[in-house]
C-alpha cells in the first residue's frame, strides 16, 4: 500500500522559479515526511511536519499540511539547478509514492 | 551525523545463488528497513526491524529474508536470487518509528544496485 502520493509525476522550471509538488495520503497521520533523492543515491530527509503543524520552512523550503484534506506541498522557492531531483513524501507506516522528478535548467 | 552504510555500491549475481546485501549504521538506532526502489514503482518496504533480533515483513517480502542479530546491523537476504530481484535496493535506520506520534525521519544509505542475471 502506498501512503504518500506525489503529483506531478514531473515538474520542469528555470533556475529561479518556484516549484510546488504535492503530496495526498489516505489515512490520518501524526507526521508527513518530504525526503529527496539525487540520481542513484539514498534518500537524504529535507522536513517532517506534525500533523499539529499547518506549516514549516527550513532555508528555501516550505512545506504546507492541510490535514483536513489528507494533503500537503512542497514549495521550493529561488530554484537551483542543484536543486534537480526526484522529491518524496512518506506518512504512515514509512510508505513512499513514485516521487515527482523534478529538473532546474539554468 | 547518523551514517548508514550499505557494503555494496553495485553487485552482480547469477540467478539462483544465496545474496546478503549488507547494512550498518552508527547511531544506535532501533528502528530498521529495507526498501527495494524501481523505476514508476517508487519505493517498496520489504522488511523493517524495531529491536534486535525481531522482524516485520513489508509489503514485498516474498523471496526474501532478513537477520538483524546485533543492534548496528541489519541483512536483507535473497534465498535464491531471480532476475526480478534486479533493483536497487536501499536501506534506513531511524531513531523512533517515523509514522508514529514523536516520529523521526529516516536515514538512509546510498543503496546497492543489485543485478541478477
Known amino acids: 500500500s502506498q501512503q504518500g502520493e506525489e503529483d506531478p509525476q514531473a515538474l520542469s522550471i528555470q533556475e529561479g522559479e518556484n516549484a510546488t509538488m504535492n503530496c495526498s495520503y489516505k489515512?490520518?497521520?501524526?507526521?508527513l515526511q518530504w525526503y529527496r533523492q539525487n540520481s542513484g543515491r539514498g534518500l537524504v530527509h529535507l522536513i517532517l511536519?506534525?500533523?499539529?503543524?499547518r506549516e514549516k520552512h527550513s532555508g528555501r523550503l516550505r512545506v504546507t499540511l492541510d490535514t483536513s484534506k489528507k494533503s500537503s506541498s512542497l514549495l521550493i522557492t529561488a530554484s537551483r539547478a542543484a536543486d534537480t531531483a526526484s522529491y518524496f513524501c512518506?506518512?504512515?507506516?514509512?510508505?513512499f509514492g513514485a516521487g515527482t522528478r523534478l529538473t532546474v535548467k539554468p | 551525523d547518523v551514517k548508514v552504510t550499505q557494503s555494496s555500491r553495485y553487485l552482480v549475481k547469477r540467478t539462483g545463488e544465496k545474496v546478503f546485501l549488507e547494512c550498518v549504521q552508527d547511531?544506535?538506532?532501533?528502528?530498521m528497513f529495507w526498501y527495494r526502489q524501481d523505476p514508476g514503482l517508487g519505493l517498496r518496504l520489504i522488511y523493517f526491524?524495531?529491536?534486535?533480533?525481531?522482524?516485520e515483513k513489508g509489503d514485498i517480502p516474498e523471496g526474501y529474508s532478513v537477520s538483524r542479530e546485533k543492534k548496528e546491523r541489519f541483512s536483507l537476504i535473497l534465498e535464491s536470487a531471480s532476475t526480478n530481484q534486479t533493483s536497487m535496493y536501499l536501506c534506513?535506520?531511524?531513531?523512533?518509528?517515523?509514522?508514529?506520534?514523536?516520529?523521526?525521519?529516516?536515514?538512509f544509505g546510498n543503496g546497492t544496485r543489485l543485478t541478477v542475471t
Open positions: 512518506a506518512s504512515r507506516d514509512m510508505r
Open positions: 489515512t490520518s497521520i501524526n507526521n
Open positions: 511536519i506534525r500533523s499539529n503543524e
Open positions: 547511531m544506535d538506532h532501533e528502528n
Open positions: 526491524s524495531y529491536d534486535v533480533k525481531m522482524k
Open positions: 534506513a535506520s531511524s531513531l523512533a518509528i517515523p509514522g508514529h506520534a514523536g516520529g523521526s525521519p529516516l536515514h
